[in-house]
């Protein structure tokens, strides 16, 4: 909705714009859609002066058509895909996060989303060496932890730092502020975020229903229109910057008893890839085992269903186990 | 409004029926005839956007790969245009199609001729939609060979017109309802065919043979001639095709010249696209499932 204004196009003065008001007409919207002959003869206006200011409006206000052909190399030379450091979970994503697109990891408590999230922060951060932005909503995010991980990559604490740096993080526990955060970044906060030579290349957002289900249900329909506002910034953010959006979701039980993710049909449509994390069928081990099973529940590239089994200290393993577990691996396959 | 020779031209010289467009989908003969709307409704992972991909690539490939070479207007509202897919599922259609005489040259220019009939729009919000539906309005008359406009999807701005509507309902649904009007007016003038698709909101518990009724406007509801109503059948229950998903569309025309008919088809996702398998058809009666 956007209101017409004094000196928003040559020919729309204040005259004019006073005859429009007083035809009702107080929109671009509306100016576009009235009929011009007969708004024309309203305000005493010429047709052909009306049809220009009409013109103008309309080309300064639309979505522009592309060629199918441009927008395909366009996307051939901006996306990007991101490894998340892990090779099942990369398998089982097709060979990483895509730029552009929202992937949803979702689970219960416990389940291994943040340390996903932590994992793939630090792996893009040290490995593919561009800055990440990450918005913790839920305070369970230390930099202790990011450096335990990022110790078993490197001991040289220059490094270290440098790859700490690279990770913008911002602590937020409410809808209203998210939105501030996201719109701030849209308009080029992310910009000012790429330090350290790499461009900002994900935004990870831990976790997106935190904040956003305490609105939902009840009577009100804001908590729905926050929710597919975010979803919007998100999704406009991810295509023009090319980064790699992460949101973390929760889980409910469906009617029938089985796990699905929360937050409710109308978000289910807004990822492209979404992947549900549970516990490993344990084995008899006391001791808390790292296993956790993904099973792929929505995406556009690949059969849903296949599930892959990943252990979450893959991110903090030394380099040792790394070769030894790699060899198990194989055996194993 | 006047028009010039080649407006008026452009808008009576009659644009590629449709009808033929996809025939396991629609009920015998009727397929989507010029100037109606097909709406594809259901759950999240039922196949809808891969179906549009399905109807896009029949469109825009040529007539020696089994296409109908039209051009094709792709409204975008939820970012849900996935072109590396789109391009995989042409190049596996035109390789089938035309693997014998052609080198990689001469592949990548079947595959640009097919990309430049395709014009792809992102709107951010229903007031942007229906300014783009009026900007589109001077396409239509300069391409008579654009003959569909897909939409995916019409319901992205439910939840947004929702809110900003306040407690009445008629300003909650007047941005849609605007655009369904314009759309209308656009269908009844240029006589090209929309496909459109519709999230559902709400999981239907009792499976998916209920037929969910649509949340949208009144306006919008009107133009609609054909209802899709997609969905994925449980993984569990079929044991032996436990390996690829199956995929069911059932379809329910009902225009005022023709009597209700419906049709149920199923289909696979493969990486070459949409593959239909067995088909069943009725004409007036319910089919029992």
Redesign the interface.
């Known amino acids: 909705m956007v209101v017409l204004r004094e000196g928003m196009c040559p020919g729309l003065d204040a005259g004019l714009l006073r005859d429009l008001r007083a035809a009702d007409v107080k929109t671009v919207e509306d100016l576009v859609s009235s009929d011009t002959e007969e708004l024309a003869r309203k305000c005493s206006v010429s047709y052909k002066a009306l049809l220009a200011i009409r013109r103008v409006l309309l080309a300064q206000h639309t979505a522009f058509p592309v060629s199918g052909a441009d927008l395909y190399e366009e996307l051939l030379s901006s996306t990007a895909i991101l490894s998340t450091g892990n090779p099942s979970l990369d398998k089982l994503l097709d060979s990483g996060l895509y730029t552009g697109e929202i992937t949803e990891l979702s689970g219960g408590p416990g389940s291994g989303k943040s340390q996903v999230c932590f994992g793939v922060a630090v792996h893009i951060s040290y490995q593919l060496k561009q800055s990440v932005v990450y918005i913790d909503t839920t305070g369970g995010l230390t930099a202790g932890r990011l450096l335990e991980m990022l110790q078993t990559e490197t001991s040289n604490t220059e490094e270290q730092m440098a790859a700490l740096q690279r990770i913008q993080i911002f602590r937020l526990f409410d809808v209203y502020s998210l939105l501030d955060c996201l719109y701030g970044l849209r308009s080029g906060g992310l910009q000012q975020a790429s330090v350290g030579g790499g461009s900002v290349k994900a935004v990870i957002v831990d976790s997106v229903s935190a904040v956003i289900s305490p609105l939902l249900g009840g009577k009100h329909n804001e908590g729905m229109s926050l929710m597919i506002q975010v979803a919007g910034v998100l999704k406009t953010m991810a295509k023009d910057f090319n980064v790699a959006a992460l949101v973390t979701n929760h889980v409910t039980r469906s009617g029938s008893g089985e796990v699905q993710p929360g937050l409710g049909a109308s978000w289910s449509h807004i990822p492209r890839t979404r992947i549900l994390l549970e516990r490993a069928e344990p084995s008899a081990a006391v001791s808390p085992s790292g296993l956790r099973s993904a099973t792929l529940i929505k995406s556009s590239r690949q059969p849903c269903h296949i599930k892959a089994e990943f252990d979450l200290r893959w991110w903090s393993r030394s380099e040792e186990e790394s070769s030894r577990k790699r060899k198990l691996d194989e055996t194993d396959s | ?1 006047s028009e010039s020779g080649a407006q008026l031209f452009a808008r009576l010289e009659g644009r590629r029926c449709l009808k033929d467009i996809e025939p396991h989908l629609f009920p015998e003969d009727g397929g989507p005839d010029h100037g109606e709307v097909v709406e594809l409704c259901g ?3 039922t196949g809808k ?2 179906l549009l991909y399905h109807l896009l690539c029949r469109c ?1 490939l040529p007539e020696a790969a089994g296409g109908l070479e039209v051009d094709v ?2 409204v975008d509202t ?3 245009l ?4 789109l ?1 995989s599922i042409l190049d596996s259609r035109l390789n089938t199609a035309l693997s014998s005489s052609f080198s990689a040259g001469s592949e990548e220019a079947a595959l ?1 001729s ?11 919000s229903s ?2 939609l ?3 539906l ?3 309005e001077t ?1 239509l008359s300069s391409r008579p060979s654009l003959a569909l406009l897909l939409i995916d ?1 019409i319901s ?2 439910y ?2 017109d ?3 509507g306040g407690a009445s309902v008629t300003k909650q649904e007047e941005k849609l309802s ?1 655009c369904a009007e ?1 759309l209308g007016r656009l269908l009844r003038d240029y006589r090209v065919t929309v496909f459109a698709s519709c ?5 239907s ?1 009792s499976g998916p043979s209920s037929s969910s009724d649509s949340y949208l406007c009144r306006s919008w509801q009107r133009l609609v001639s054909h209802r899709l109503l997609c969905s994925r059948q449980d ?1 569990a229950v079929d044991r032996e095709q436990r ?3 199956v995929f069911t569309v059932r379809c329910t025309s009902s225009s005022s010249c023709r009597v209700k008919a419906f049709r149920s088809s199923s289909f696979y ?1 493969t990486d070459g696209g949409v593959e239909f398998i067995g088909t069943s058809s009725s004409q007036d009666s319910e089919q029992s499932q």
């Open positions: 409004m759950m999240e992972g956007t891969e825009v207007v792709f939820d970012y849900s996935d072109m590396l897919r391009v640009r097919c990309l430049s009939r395709l014009l792809v729009v992102h709107c951010s007031s942007q229906l300014l783009t009026h900007f589109l396409s999807s992205a701005f939840w947004l929702r809110c900003g605007k314009l999230h559902a909101i709400r999981r518990s993984p390996r690829r998903q996702v």
